[in-house]
């Protein structure tokens, strides 16, 4: 029977041209390799090599074989990645959101209820989710709406809602509540990586500078040290608290309310089902 080995020896042959090259790339010795390649000859009833006193070279027949060792190298390394993937995928729930209070939210809900699973998620624009959703790169979407597909299940599962955390002496601060247009205009302190609040925020509010912070707990720091305003909502103050130092005031837009779905293919319905029967318990 012919071994994977023998092929990858016979391409390393090719590409070396001597023996005691294509050896030394293997780190293996040059006897091991004369015999390995005597073997595949054996083993295909072939000559694959013109041989001199002091030269070998592949014929005819070897340099197609060294087509057909690529190609069967190729389709190996093919199979185990494609395998691999597939043993992943059985044991990972890929989550992909439109917003982080949500992931954060169902990340919790799948953890619970699938402690053997390993769980991904990440945050990315609406067409990716989607495509990713069809395609199978995500079990679970979370989306701003419901999706209108025959394919698709959406169902929803958690609101956000939106408030301003300004300092005590803003010329806002005591008001009872804030629209966005409002508040449109000066510098504001804003976390990256929040998903489609992000274009919510660029659309309502086009004239002020937000400033734009990578790592949350310099957000945090900032927040209760500067005189910035920023934004903060109900979910985020029940499980970081209410920021200190602060007069938080509701956003009276619509825009500024979010309902979350969470959204699967129909044919994995029967997979999921005892998890989407709790998802909103």
Known sequence: MIELEQLVHLIAFNE??????????????????????QKLEDELDLILFERTKNRISLNATGLLAIEHAKRIINDTDNMKRQ????????????IGSCAPAPQNYLNQKVSRFYPDKTIS?????????????????????????EIDNETIESIPFMEEQLFFSLPYD????????????????????LMSNIGFWNQMHQETMPHTKFLIQQDRSVFYDLIELSSL???????SMKYDGIPPNR?????????AHAMFY????????????????????
């Open 16 to 37: 070396h041209k001597t023996l005691s090259n294509a050896a030394k790339s293997l780190h293996i010795s040059q006897p091991v390799l004369t015999r390995s390649m």
């Open 83 to 94: 395998l691999k993937e597939f043993d992943r995928k059985q044991h990972t729930i890929s």
């Open 121 to 145: 998620s990440e945050i990315k624009d609406m067409e990716i989710l989607l495509k990713g959703l069809k395609e199978n790169t995500y079990t679970f979407i979370i989306t701003p709406y």
């Open 170 to 189: 803003h010329p806002l601060a005591k008001k009872k509540s804030i629209s966005l247009k409002e508040m449109d205009g000066g510098r504001m302190l």
């Open 229 to 235: 305003p920023s934004f903060t909502s109900d979910y």
């Open 247 to 255: 007069a938080i005031v509701p956003i009276t837009d619509q825009q």
């Open 262 to 281: 969470c959204c699967y293919l129909k044919e994995k319905e029967s997979t999921f089902k005892s998890f989407l029967y709790t998802l909103n318990k």
